[in-house]
């Protein structure tokens, strides 16, 4: 090789745990749709010669989730093989940015070209007024910004600026978000795939969301207009994984109730599925109004969705209105979930805990009322945080209200603000607390039962999926979306600002971490696998129900302790029965006229 070679090297980066370590694994979990997309375009502008014909372009991809990374190491093989380079340190979120800022300046120290991107970089250009101290910081150490999609062809020119040594400071598409129709397929190297936990990969069908929610950032970086990809893309997404072994994928869209063209997308994954045999399961995220779309959970779970995560976010009314999330309807969720269920898919949920009108008794009584009155399996909390993007920060920062200056605690699974009626130890309480109620061993019975009474329940899946996510948060201290296969950890990799650990003191630690884990890994598999071996031979278990599951009418439904015991629940039950008075006089009168 020689100078008319580019490398251009694709990172996405982790964040460090508390202890100041990368959190990575030996199998991770979930691929990143950022990896896969940003590839993706990069083999096409490598595909059309964006550097010209006398240039080759070497394509490098890392996630730091399962791989280590080593900057000085990849700056001598760059140097080895010769040419030139550009290292993108791609999809860093706030809570990643920490970790992207060690490695950026690593790889300048190397003399090597790098940019950042992602949602950290977008939500900050798009909502705040100045960067933030440590982008300007690191800007002004040489390393570029790249706000924005790399959809439409701009990796072009972020190529030939990088290999004329002349990248800018700041590349700014916020305020032009690229049609998605037609952009090349979103795909990781078969290589990536041998280090998450199966042929899993993910792909994104839609950007944007026409909802105003106050904590979200993504309706500040990918907009609130909605803009998607085309059943024949879908086609293609799906023949290229599957070609290298990959049948399993992630829907990364953050709301695919609201794409218009769920219908023909679904349409041709079931035909892909009926036709011609095609294995493919799907993980897809909904709304709580999904299933009033007529044929929406059929059809997908026809295509192939067997779990489905769903933006629960809160059984109280007053805090879904304070936090400007309106579309959910508290008096839709039994009805929602039970329809999931009877069509066999696992339903997943998130919890936000933190709303103002918040208290650590009514946490933890809200989550005993999801717990008994609705037929969720897996459930996921999460902080309220302030995520730089999202319109709460912008409101804190104005207010000169305190946040936590660590961006790498902004993972939502830390506390990083004050609460207006919790203390700081009450919050951090009821978010610990509301995990060990729903994972208890009692809970896990019930909703093994639940699972063991239908016909497409799945109760072996559901045990699986609930160990994984207690044992995330009980021996790895992690959120389970981060979560893992045999946690790695390298000596010198530690945080920047933290000591290097003596080699005496490290090792034996690991070790002994290593140890007490698997043994409660070991321990706590056995205790709930009895339960399962129970539920599994009870005779009874065809037979079994309770509140969750059960039919109940309209007007029974208000007797229900989510009505009558969260605020606002007798409110929204008379607003849904007044809005339904008026749709129904509507229609009379349309009809008499």
């Known amino acids: 090789m020689d100078a008319r070679d580019f490398h251009f090297v694709m990172i996405k980066p982790t964040h460090y745990d508390d202890d100041g370590y990368p959190i990575q694994w030996l199998r991770s979990a979930i691929p990143s749709n950022t990896l896969a997309s940003l590839n993706g375009l990069a083999e096409a502008a490598?595909?059309?010669?964006?550097?010209g014909e006398h240039v080759r372009i070497h394509l490098h991809t890392y996630d730091e989730t399962n791989k280590r990374v080593r900057p000085e190491k990849i700056a001598r093989d760059i140097k080895q093989q010769g040419g030139k380079a550009l290292i993108a340190l791609v999809g860093v979120q706030s809570n990643?940015?920490?970790?992207?800022?060690?490695?950026?300046?690593?790889?300048?120290?190397?003399?090597?070209q790098t940019a950042i991107g992602g949602f950290h970089v977008s939500g900050c250009i798009s909502m705040l007024d100045d960067m933030p101290?440590?982008?300007?910081?690191?800007?002004?150490?040489?390393?570029?910004?790249?706000?924005?999609?790399?959809?439409?062809?701009?990796?072009?020119?972020?190529?030939?600026?990088?290999?004329?040594?002349?990248?800018?400071?700041?590349?700014?598409?916020?305020?032009?978000?690229?049609?998605l129709e037609g952009e090349p397929t979103p795909i990781l190297p078969s290589k990536h795939i041998q280090f998450t936990a199966g042929s899993h990969s993910s792909f994104d069908l839609g950007r944007g969301c026409p909802f105003q929610c106050s904590f979200c950032t993504i309706i500040n970086v990918q907009g609130r207009k909605s803009r998607f990809r085309s059943a024949d893309d879908l086609e293609q997404i799906i023949r290229d994984n599957y070609e290298q072994g990959i049948n399993r994928f992630f829907i990364t869209d953050d709301n695919f109730a609201r794409n218009r063209e769920w219908e023909?997308?679904?349409?041709?994954?079931?035909?892909?599925?009926?036709?011609?045999?095609?294995?493919?399961?799907?993980?897809?995220?909904?709304?709580?109004?999904?299933?009033r779309i007529e044929n929406f959970i059929e059809k997908a779970t026809r295509?192939?969705?067997?779990?489905?995560?769903?933006?629960?976010?809160?059984?109280?009314?007053?805090?879904?209105?304070?936090?400007?999330?309106?579309?959910?309807?508290?008096?839709?969720?039994?009805?929602?979930?039970?329809?999931?269920?009877?069509?066999?898919?696992?339903?997943?949920?998130?919890?936000?805990?933190?709303?103002?009108?918040?208290?650590?008794?009514?946490?933890?009584?809200?989550?005993?009322?999801?717990?008994?009155?609705?037929?969720?399996?897996?459930?996921?909390?999460?902080?309220?945080?302030?995520?730089?993007?999202?319109?709460?920060?912008?409101v804190l920062l104005s207010k000169g209200s305190w946040m936590d200056p660590d961006l790498n605690k902004y993972d939502l699974?830390?506390?990083?603000?004050?609460?207006?009626?919790?203390?700081?130890?009450?919050?951090?309480?009821?978010?610990?607390?509301?995990?060990?109620?729903?994972?208890?061993?009692?809970?896990?019975?019930?909703?093994?039962?639940?699972?063991?009474?239908?016909?497409?329940?799945?109760?072996?899946?559901?045990l699986f999926l609930m160990m994984w996510f207690k044992l995330m948060i009980q021996c790895e201290g992690v959120h389970p979306l981060e979560g893992g296969y045999f946690r790695l950890k390298f000596r010198k990799d530690r945080r920047s600002n933290l000591p290097v650990e003596s080699a005496l003191?490290?090792?034996?630690?690991?070790?002994?971490?290593?140890?007490?884990?698997?043994?409660?890994?070991?321990?706590?598999?056995?205790?709930?696998?009895?339960?399962?071996?129970?539920?599994?031979?009870?005779?009874?278990?065809?037979?079994?129900?309770?509140?969750?599951?059960?039919?109940?009418?309209?007007?029974?439904?208000?007797?229900?302790?989510?009505?009558?015991?969260?605020?606002?629940?007798?409110?929204?039950?008379?607003?849904?029965?007044?809005?339904?008075?008026?749709?129904?006089?509507?229609?009379?009168?349309?009809?008499?006229?």
């Open 46 to 51: 490598r595909d059309r010669n964006a550097l």
């Open 96 to 112: 990643q940015f920490p970790r992207a800022t060690d490695l950026a300046r690593r790889f300048l120290k190397e003399g090597l």
């Open 133 to 179: 101290d440590e982008m300007v910081e690191l800007q002004a150490e040489g390393v570029s910004y790249f706000a924005g999609e790399a959809e439409d062809r701009r990796l072009d020119q972020f190529f030939r600026d990088a290999w004329n040594g002349d990248l800018k400071p700041l590349y700014n598409f916020m305020a032009d978000l690229p049609s």
């Open 264 to 291: 023909p997308l679904f349409d041709r994954l079931i035909s892909l599925r009926e036709k011609e045999k095609f294995d493919i399961k799907f993980i897809i995220q909904v709304d709580t109004l999904c299933h």
């Open 303 to 394: 295509a192939g969705v067997n779990r489905v995560f769903i933006g629960l976010e809160n059984i109280n009314p007053d805090n879904l209105l304070a936090a400007k999330k309106r579309q959910n309807k508290i008096t839709e969720y039994r009805e929602m979930l039970q329809k999931w269920r009877a069509n066999g898919a696992t339903t997943y949920a998130g919890y936000i805990i933190g709303f103002p009108g918040d208290t650590k008794e009514s946490v933890l009584r809200d989550v005993e009322i999801i717990k008994n009155e609705l037929p969720l399996d897996l459930l996921e909390f999460f902080y309220l945080t302030p995520l730089p993007g999202s319109e709460d920060h912008k």
């Open 413 to 462: 699974n830390h506390r990083v603000a004050h609460h207006p009626k919790m203390t700081d130890a009450e919050w951090e309480e009821a978010y610990q607390e509301a995990w060990e109620s729903y994972y208890s061993d009692t809970h896990v019975e019930t909703v093994l039962r639940r699972a063991a009474s239908h016909r497409k329940g799945r109760p072996g899946n559901k």
């Open 505 to 593: 003191s490290f090792y034996p630690g690991y070790l002994w971490e290593i140890v007490a884990k698997h043994w409660a890994y070991v321990s706590s598999t056995l205790r709930v696998y009895r339960i399962y071996r129970k539920v599994k031979s009870s005779p009874e278990r065809h037979s079994y129900s309770d509140i969750a599951i059960e039919e109940i009418e309209k007007d029974g439904e208000e007797a229900l302790a989510m009505i009558q015991e969260t605020r606002g629940g007798v409110e929204a039950v008379a607003k849904t029965a007044r809005d339904a008075s008026i749709v129904k006089a509507a229609k009379e009168r349309a009809v008499a006229s």
